[in-house]
């Protein structure tokens, strides 16, 4: 039969220490002392019962099948995330960090036999690493030089306290008790470092990490509650005396099983983010659909902005006549601060998205999205090259209509000063022919040979300016003979190489002669060149005009108006003018022009 102590004694037989006096400072001071030394040996001691057991162990098991089914279930969580995040990133650390995690978590919560330091330092980690995947998600890399601090501050913990029972048991305990306090600093820090992190995420990265966070919020405020209820009944001691030792002894259930729920809704957050991937790429078939009914500029790139949840996605199609990207208002896309860039290509370059980086951590979806619009990219980049297309030939036909003004100023012109004053003259001279045949013959003979090489000289230059309008050495010879012509006056030798079989249209042929014709002109004004070639050939629809120089180069259609008025000229007829000219090595000008 055990023995109880009386009233009156000390444990162990020895009487008891009379009462302090009411008044006694010393006393009550030395007492506050004893119970502060206390509550730390107990928070030591409390911790170090635990040993392999769960962090969260009391002294009062459920029985029930919340808390037996809750572990299991998170463990099962955390399994399957890392499953799916390293089906879908195999090349990412936060798969295998999960399904670590999950096994961790499960001998922690089931504990196998074995000794109890080897099982500390193992399963006992798994607080440390949820710290980690909480800062790395969703990539699994640590994202700052903070977060890989608390990290390791959190490592460096557990490893303290699985190390602990190497040690004497005052050390144990201060170790143990001192890990306890330091993993909730360290959930505190991972809970701040987070929501600083999510203040400065955009929206789609905000949308990955805001259910990991909330969950990591809740489960982190439950512990720093539970953890010094949970040490002190894990030590048989109560830190609120026995007057509250009920109320703790009642409530310690509950309140262990909202933790247990707290902390297996962190892999079901885990989980639910990763599969929220992939019922993202699902409506991916949705977009398809949207785009069969509403294939608009701006339905697509909205389109694409709601599936990827990005609204400052932006869609630029490849123009090869503008070198690069233009969106449907013909405006040049580029990289902005803060976003990136994903090329879609074809059998070419095809579009461009400009989006939030945070796209990139999954690219699964972006190429599925891309893939299921690639046939809308394609028809909305040949929209914006068409709408480019028009604009060029708009301005080329305004820079027609100008030019055409100039040239019939410039006709009135000549014919009001030349040809007009010419005609004038010859029936005046005439008239003073006729009132000289009454003085005789000799008188009259002069005045009717002026009258004649008046004549013409008026005819020669009506000539000159219908042959400005159209050449007749067009409709005499056609286009090989022209340009032969052409070559005969040049001011350097010309070889001449044509393939031209069949007639070719009046339009294209005139344009073909004036390329030729204007080439030849800026051997002798600007090319100072020594020799020139001339090309033209007739294949699948188009004629093709290449003129060759060895001159110093440095021709630019933009700021030459005869070369510039040829490039109007040539694309009014549907053709397309090419002027290479680096600086010391020739110019090459191609004129490409339909005529089928």
């Known amino acids: 039969m055990s023995a109880r102590p009386s009233p009156g004694s000390a444990a162990g037989g020895k009487p008891a220490p009379p009462p302090a006096p009411h008044g006694d400072h010393r006393c009550r001071t030395r007492g506050a002392a004893r119970l502060t030394g206390r509550s730390a040996r107990i928070l030591g001691r409390g911790a170090d019962s635990e040993g392999g057991r769960s962090l969260i162990d009391d002294p009062h098991p459920l029985s029930s099948w919340p808390a037996a089914w ?70 699994g890399r640590l994202p700052d030089g903070a977060s890989r601090l608390v990290a390791g501050l959190g490592y460096l913990c557990v490893a303290a306290m699985g190390l602990r029972h190497l040690a004497g048991p005052p050390v144990r305990e201060a170790i143990a008790g001192a890990g306890t306090l330091m993993l909730v600093v360290v959930g505190g820090a991972v809970i701040a470092l987070q929501a600083a992190r999510l203040r400065r995420s955009s929206t789609a990265r905000r949308r990955a990490l805001l259910p990991v966070l909330a969950a990591a919020v809740v489960a982190t405020a439950l512990f720093v509650v539970w953890k010094p209820v949970a040490v002190a009944l894990a030590a048989g001691t109560s830190l609120v005396g026995a007057a509250g030792q009920p109320a703790v002894d009642a409530g310690a259930p509950a309140l262990a099983l909202s933790v247990q729920v707290a902390l297996a809704a962190i892999p079901l957050a885990f989980l639910w983010s990763l599969l929220r991937r992939r019922i993202d790429r699902g409506g991916v078939a949705g977009l398809v659909v949207r785009l069969s009914k509403e294939p608009r500029s701006a339905t697509l790139q909205a389109a694409l902005a709601e599936t990827l949840h990005d609204p400052t996605l932006r869609v630029g199609y490849w123009v090869p006549e503008s070198g690069g990207y233009l969106d449907v208002g013909g405006e040049l896309v580029r990289e902005g601060p803060g976003q990136a860039v994903t090329r879609v290509d074809g059998d070419g370059p095809l579009a461009v998205l400009t989006h939030d980086p945070a796209l990139l951590e999954d690219p699964d979806l972006i190429e599925a999205a891309c893939a299921a619009v690639s046939l809308a990219l394609e028809n909305e980049r040949l929209t914006a090259e068409l709408r480019a297309r028009l604009r060029q030939l708009a301005e080329s036909r305004a820079q027609v209509v100008r030019a055409a003004e100039a040239e019939r100023r410039r006709l009135e012109r000549d014919l009001h000063d030349g040809v007009q004053q010419r005609l004038l003259s010859i029936p005046l001279t005439l008239s003073l022919a006729e009132a000289a045949l009454s003085s005789g013959a000799e008188r009259t003979r002069p005045l009717i040979a002026e009258a004649r090489n008046i004549a013409l000289t008026t005819l020669g230059e009506v000539r000159a300016l219908a042959q400005g309008i159209h050449p007749p050495i067009l409709t005499e010879r056609g286009l090989a003979g022209a340009v032969h012509e052409l070559a005969a006056v040049a001011p350097v030798p010309v070889t001449i190489s044509s393939d031209v ?96």
Request: with cysteine.
């Open 70 to 139: 809750v572990p299991i279930v998170a463990g099962v969580a955390f399994v399957a995330s890392g499953v799916v995040a390293w089906r879908s990133s195999p090349r990412r650390p936060i798969g295998p960090l999960l399904v670590v995690e999950g096994l961790l978590w499960t001998l922690h919560q089931f504990p196998p036999p074995v000794p109890r330091e080897l099982l500390a330092l193992t399963a006992g980690a798994w607080p440390a690493l949820l710290a980690h995947l909480v800062m790395a998600f969703p990539t």
């Open 501 to 596: 079989p069949g007639d070719l249209p009046a339009e294209i042929e005139t344009t073909a002669y004036y390329v030729v014709a204007e080439a030849l002109s800026n051997l002798a004004k600007h090319a100072a060149a020594g020799r020139a070639e001339v090309r033209i050939g007739r294949a699948d629809g188009l004629l093709t005009v290449e003129v060759r120089d060895d001159g110093r180069g440095g021709a630019d259609p933009e700021r030459g108006s005869g070369l510039r008025g040829l490039a109007d000229r040539v694309e009014t007829n549907g053709g397309s003018l090419r002027v290479h000219s680096p600086p010391g090595r020739g110019t090459w000008i191609e004129a490409r022009l339909p005529c089928a």
